[in-house]
């Protein structure tokens, strides 16, 4: 499986993948999971009772419940409009320049595939 190097805003991956818009929906997701864990270790740290944590009423097309909002735009702020792929290192595009608005909607319809497979499960076992 080739390397790639990803870079894009203050986003700098080196990924292994099976092609260049797999290596950069893999930097997506890394990012996007560490600031969903980041925003949630900080509603954990600032709520007395763990299992009292707030829950949005407000629900967004396209995004899972599980997926708090803040975070998820915490995320994306951190990428430039582009994502430059390169095997021969950072600094390069040679792999290719995906857009960012394209790496993200893919990453969310994944998510979405995720919830979707993980209620499916739940359903089963009850």
């Not at 993948?17 to 997701?29: I, K, P």
């Not at 949005?56 to 994502?83: C, Q, V």
Request: proline residues 4%.
């Amino acid at each position: 499986m080739p390397k790639y190097y990803i870079q894009s805003g203050t986003v700098s991956f080196v990924v292994n993948a099976c092609d260049s818009e797999g290596a950069a929906l893999w930097a997506m997701h890394r990012m996007m999971d560490e600031k969903i864990c980041d925003y949630e270790d900080q509603i954990m740290e600032s709520v007395a009772d763990p299992y009292s944590l707030p829950i949005s009423e407000t629900e967004i097309e396209g995004i899972p419940e599980a997926i708090p909002y803040e975070a998820m735009l915490n995320g994306l702020a951190m990428f430039d409009e582009n994502i430059h792929v390169s095997e021969r290192g950072f600094g390069h595009d040679d792999a290719g320049k995906l857009e960012t608005e394209e790496i993200f909607h893919q990453w969310r319809q994944l998510m979405q595939a995720v919830d979707r497979l993980h209620d499916r499960l739940n359903e089963h076992e009850h």
